[in-house]
């Protein structure tokens, strides 16, 4: 029988059913030859078929908004500090107006041994909880300053970053030697966020080395790497892929080298979304790059957010080079995808830069404020012809603007 919908399967086998019997009676009745053929009916019309109904496609997910920001340390002015809180009291309603904020968590946490400032790092839980409280939902874990109290600490950390309920995802630390790198994941706003830290250097090349995503800078292990990442990318071809180096270069460099540039470049192509580095305690700059069918957002380095490296400013010399360690940018994306899901389009990305600098608070501390007109203009005349200084030569070499409130 010739495909039909249901109903009309259903009619025309009623009909050939009723035809068949009326054929039976005419053979059995007298019918008087009157040269004209008998019929009886006529023929079931040719069913038309309809096109299936398509729903339409859905729309694309709401655009993700996420800040990145640079290291997160600890050095005994910071640590020594009466109200971690202060830190973040300015940029706190900022932070926690994203969906996710990222930060590089430079130093153990393990309370159980003392707080302890360069070049062997520890803080205490306190300290990390006033990160999260103050709006950092994301957070690197390897870096050169991951295994400074040795492997035990090393599981301290990890602990004390998954007791913390603020904390969407953090990586960078294995739970045993032989653990393979992994990335973690989360969901927003019909989103799926991949994230994953690398540290390409260490400070100690004990046995604690094997407890992190260590990715030296030779070619065969960073042709093994880009493995890696193809692969992740190709088991979630629709996720958002985030991917947190601590970088082997030289610190307080503010140029991105093309070596570095072309290392970038690759990890580009083999999947990565976002590439957001770290380690050179300064600021360098960023840029969108054009992989395959993707646009890619590239930070070279995104320096401290906060730190006790610029303690003492030197006001006789605002471009030396610790200077550069006290100042920063926040760096507020948008990710939007390119089409609906399904798609492997990847994202388009827009960013806008919040300037912010570690200012030395008579009363609590160093404290991290946002560089505005207003914040500059009610400084003391030298610390606001220092900050007025050090902004311009901020803006020598990055895309920033200082708002006026």
Known sequence: MSTFPNGIKRTARAFATSAAFFLFLAGCAHVPDR????????????????PPLQAPPPPAPSPLVLTFAGDIMAHRCNYSMARYESIYDDVREYLRADDLTFGNLEMPVDDSLPESTYPRFNVHSPYLSAAVEGGFDVLSLANNHANDQGAPSMQATKKAVENQSGVALSSGLKSFPDEGMKPVATAIKGHQILFLAVTEILNSYDSSRNLVYLVPPRETERAAF?????????????????????????????????????????????????IWAHHPHVMQSWE?????????????????????????????????????TGDAVLLRVTASRNGPLPSVAGFSFSVAEYPVTNWRDRREGLVVRRVTESFMNGLSPAETEYYRARWRLMQAYLPVAIPAD
């Open 288 to 324: 969108i790059l054009p992989a395959r069918d993707r646009s890619v957002l590239v930070m070279y380095s995104m320096g401290n957010f906060i730190s006790g490296q610029r303690w003492d400013t030197d006001r006789e010399n605002p471009d030396g080079y610790r200077e550069y």
């Open 35 to 50: 040269g004209v053929p008998e019929t009886f009916g006529t023929p079931a019309p040719e069913a038309v078929r309809e």
């Open 226 to 274: 880009l493995e890696t990442v193809r692969a992740m990318r190709a088991e979630n071809p629709e996720s958002l892929f985030v991917l947190s180096i601590h970088v082997n270069e030289s610190e307080y460099v503010r140029t991105v080298s093309e070596s570095k540039k072309a290392w970038f470049s690759r990890l580009a192509e083999a999947g990565a979304d976002i």
